[in-house]
């Protein structure tokens, strides 16, 4: 089972890199997945030489002119870019008979936001307030995520793992976020929805009406943030229907369109590039990330809040990354099964765990959690990631997999 790691490039540069790659291979993983495009974020790394990293956004190799020359949008550089960590690592890894597979986040990148702020998210009250979240339905951000795609490709790694390929959520949409209005789920999710004119004519184009759905998006949210109570319970479709009407719910549907016609113009690209996609739907992240507590609702069945129809890109995709984040194992296994229903059994479903808090307490937990993905369906378990994990924690790996 081809087991992997995620693993910062920073990790590797504070480190060094026959260290990280000797400590991983001692876990039996039989490869290393590498960010090779990344976002901001301030992570505590408690074995760097820094023990408080700051991450920005970008790629850690040069954009190739021939892919970017001609476009609006062109990846920012991480610092470093030019030692080329990627190629090194391709070739240390290959040495060692490991695989290698490159971590991409392609639409949350605040600092392409800010500086083009007509590529993100539009609310429904005409607010560019998600500088974070690049629109998929704009027409520069999809020739910049083929681009990207083709990019990271061409660094020699046997698959691109695509993170962020859908529409973003209202939670998560810059950072240092603030909130004192009660808001609720459903009250979040029409928060959530992009309503610029390339979603806007898309959805008209699928026969929605998109401005109703736009002004009930607006009153709602608006009668909330005026002291209105908040919604209750799950976002579902037959909830959404009840509290917003059947226009805002046909408005968020018509949306797995544009996810699903550029996430299949990302896997050609990849594909004539020589590798193959690996495609990352964010749900199981959304619903228990802080607490390993996730909502009743499984995440696959939860994806079309961000635009993503697994059904669909199961004929488009060869293979797909499920996030566990929960603490029950039986949970993972319910998840994961309902993932390999979705996307079809001759798909290759891979599982996201976190071997340390807030989810996993106990190495034994871990073992359990691997134990249930493999008996879901699961082609492989990786586990994220090493730069923010203890030693002790990191060493559950190996255990849990045996």
């Not at 026969?207 to 209750?232: H, T």
């Not at 069945?301 to 993503?308: F, S």
């Not at 079809?344 to 891979?350: A, D, F, I, P, S």
């Amino acid at each position: 089972m081809d087991s992997s790691v995620y693993v910062f490039v920073e990790d590797v540069r504070g480190e060094g890199l026959d260290k990280v790659l000797d400590r991983l291979a001692g876990y039996n993983v039989a490869s290393v997945t590498i960010a090779a495009a990344y976002h901001r974020a301030r992570d505590v790394t408690p074995h760097s030489p820094s023990r408080l990293t700051l991450r920005v956004d970008g790629v850690h190799f040069t954009p190739p002119a021939d892919l970017f020359d001609d476009l609006r949008l062109v990846p920012p550089v991480q610092p470093g870019a030019a030692d080329e960590p990627l190629t090194a690592l391709r070739h240390a890894t290959a040495e060692r008979g490991m695989g290698l597979h490159g971590w991409t986040v392609f639409l949350h990148n605040t600092t392409l936001g800010l500086a083009n702020p007509d590529v993100t998210v539009r609310n429904c009250f005409g607010d560019r307030g998600s500088p974070a979240d690049l629109c998929p339905a704009h027409p520069d951000v999809r020739l910049y995520a083929v681009a990207l795609a083709r990019a990271v490709a061409r660094q020699g790694v046997d698959s691109v793992v695509a993170e962020a390929l859908h529409f973003g959520t209202f939670g998560h949409g810059y950072h240092h976020e603030r909130c004192f209005v009660g808001l609720g789920p459903m009250d979040a999710f029409l928060l959530s929805l992009c309503f610029c004119d390339h979603c806007m004519r898309r959805a008209t184009d699928l026969g929605v009406n998109a401005e109703v759905a736009r002004e009930e998006c607006a009153r709602i949210a608006g009668a909330v943030l005026d002291g209105d109570p908040p919604s209750q319970g799950e976002v579902t479709r037959a909830a959404l229907t009840a509290y917003a009407g059947p226009d805002v719910v046909a408005y968020a549907r018509a949306r797995s369109e544009t996810v699903t016609s550029l996430v299949a113009d990302v896997s050609a690209a990849v594909t004539a590039e020589g590798s193959k996609l690996v495609y990352m739907d964010a749900s199981g992240a959304c619903k228990g990330y802080s607490d390993g507590l996730p909502s009743p609702g499984l995440a696959a069945h939860d994806a079309w809040q961000l635009g993503i129809d697994l059904i669909a890109l199961g004929d488009l995709v060869p293979s797909f990354s499920a996030l566990a984040y929960a603490r029950d194992p039986a949970r993972v296994a319910d998840d994961i099964g309902a993932y390999v229903r979705s996307v079809g059994k001759e798909r290759e479903v891979r599982v996201v765990l976190r071997p340390g808090l807030p989810d996993t307490d106990t190495p034994d937990r871990l073992a359990a959690k691997v134990r249930a993905a493999r008996a879901s369906g699961a082609a492989a378990v990786d586990f994220y990631a090493y730069g923010l994990l203890p030693y002790p924690v990191l060493d559950r790996i190996p255990t849990a997999l045996a």
